[in-house]
């Protein structure tokens, strides 16, 4: 049976940047994934002169170029305001019946552990996901909403983290990866210079165990109530 991952994500490309070519070859390998994207990345330029609305719509549609190429089945847009994710209460229920709804057997997002991770949507995403779990499993909490039934996922893989405890060899999708990140072309992360740290990263990510590019994450398996790292 093939398994259902839910990606929860600060912006449009940050799955790009972070595991695109884990994403390519889960896709590839018959997964179910869905991108749960927190805010439309309106202001995500260093230029003053930038139509937010303008950037808002491009990058929805580089954000779906890429996700046709990757293999993602859907996108859920959340709609917070870029720069102003906050693991507040409400987040926490809406991604809460999310993963009622989904169901999933992997979540993927950010390592809210992570030292020196200075942007802080990306801080209260990881938080926000992570909380977002135990109330999903929990069927006290939002007992009368839709999608009540309880939900526990199984697997969490946290990308950008420097504990990385699981490696997954994309040695055949690192292609895929950088074609991704040039999508976005409002964005700078398709430049020459930031996918030249993205190969040097994969590369020696790929070092570790033995293969030629490979993608970090801190994994926790959970089982029964109990959570170990693998």
């Not at 997964?31 to 927190?38: M, R």
């Not at 999608?147 to 292609?175: C, G, K, Q, R």
Request: with cysteine; proline share 5%.
């Amino acid at each position: 049976m093939s398994p259902k991952i839910l990606v929860v994500e600060a912006h449009p490309d940050d799955a790009e940047w972070y595991c695109g070519g884990t994403l390519a070859k889960l896709a590839r390998e018959g997964a179910e994934i869905t991108f749960v994207i927190c805010t439309r990345g309106e202001k995500g330029s260093y230029d003053p002169l930038t139509d937010p609305d303008e950037l808002e719509r491009a990058r929805v549609r580089e954000q779906e170029a890429a996700r046709q190429l990757l293999g993602v089945r859907e996108i859920v847009y959340l709609g917070v305001p870029d720069g102003e994710l906050q693991p507040t209460l409400e987040l926490r229920k809406r991604l809460a019946l999310l993963y009622r709804k989904y169901q999933p057997d992997i979540l993927l997002t950010f390592d809210p552990w992570k030292r020196d991770e200075l942007h802080p949507d990306h801080r209260a995403c990881g938080v926000v996901a992570l909380d977002a779990r135990i109330a999903a499993k929990m069927p006290l909490y939002y007992a009368r909403a839709e999608n009540s039934n309880a939900w526990a996922t199984p697997e969490l893989w946290l990308f950008n983290t420097d504990a990385p405890n699981h490696f997954v060899d994309v040695t055949d999708f690192i292609e895929t990866r950088v074609a991704a990140l040039k999508l976005h072309a409002s964005q700078s992360v398709g430049d020459v210079q930031n996918i030249a740290h993205v190969l040097a990263t994969a590369r020696a990510d790929g070092e570790k165990i033995g293969v030629e590019y490979a993608e970090a994450f801190h994994r926790i398996l959970i089982e029964g109530s109990i959570a170990r790292a693998r």
